[in-house]
T-cell receptor, first 111, second 116 residues
């Protein structure tokens, strides 16, 4: 079945560590997106990519980095510069003109 | 910059009754899409309904329909014959139809409770 796979479902990070969240899609979608969800704030865009080897900052990119080496993959790294990383992270993909499809998310907690 | 506002953090409805969730948005563009997404406790984002701004006819999907008022920049969702499975967080979202910045912009959400 085609879809978007995010892993892991739960992730724990120690202070000062970088962690990477995985997002893989087999839908042959060109565009991919990362959103952060905090209680009461909806979803905010971190980064998005329209094509391989190209990506753009969203509204809250500070403390995050991404890469897009393959069409199917768009990993998100939460760096130690992100001061409040505890949140729910959602990845999405779309054909550029179509409605995005979302993965099931990763819950990141700082311990 | 485009903004999306959902002014009702929480709503409740009796099972089998009708409820309307409100959404307003701000944009200077004329060609865009509007969406309602549902997020149940599993946190999976599920598309409920989509509206193209150039279409005057309101979109309908079974028990879900919208009231799209382009001049007023209003996009409300009506759920008829509410069911227990409709209980979820509902997000209104906006996206340009063309150009490089076609990412979704979301409202803050409305938590819907369905009472048996």
């Amino acid at each position: 079945d085609g879809g978007i796979t995010q892993s892991p479902k739960y992730l724990f990070r120690k202070e000062g560590q970088n962690v990477t969240l995985s997002c893989e899609q087999n839908l042959n979608h060109d565009a991919m997106y990362w959103y952060r969800q905090d209680p009461g704030q909806g979803l905010r865009l971190i980064y998005y990519s329209q094509i391989v080897n190209d990506f753009q900052k969203g509204d809250i990119a500070e403390g995050y980095s991404v890469s897009r080496e393959k069409k199917e993959s768009f990993p998100l790294t939460v760096t130690s510069a992100q001061k409040n990383p505890t949140a729910f992270y959602l990845c999405a993909s779309s054909v550029w003109t179509a409605t995005p499809t979302f993965g099931s998310g990763t819950r990141l907690t700082v311990v | 910059a485009q903004t999306v506002t959902q002014s009702q953090p929480e709503m409740s409805v009796q099972e089998a009754e009708t409820v309307t969730l409100s959404c307003t948005y701000d944009t200077s563009e004329s060609d865009y899409y509007l969406f309602w997404y549902k997020q149940p406790p599993s946190r999976q984002m599920i598309l409920v309904i989509r509206q193209e701004a150039y279409k005057q006819q309101n979109a309908t999907e079974n028990r879900f329909s919208v009231n799209f008022q382009k001049a007023a920049k209003s996009f409300s969702l009506k759920i008829s014959d509410s069911q227990l499975g409709d209980a979820a967080m509902y997000f209104c979202a906006y996206r340009l139809s063309s150009g490089s910045a076609r990412q979704l912009t979301f409202g803050s959400g409305t938590q819907l409770t369905v009472l048996p």
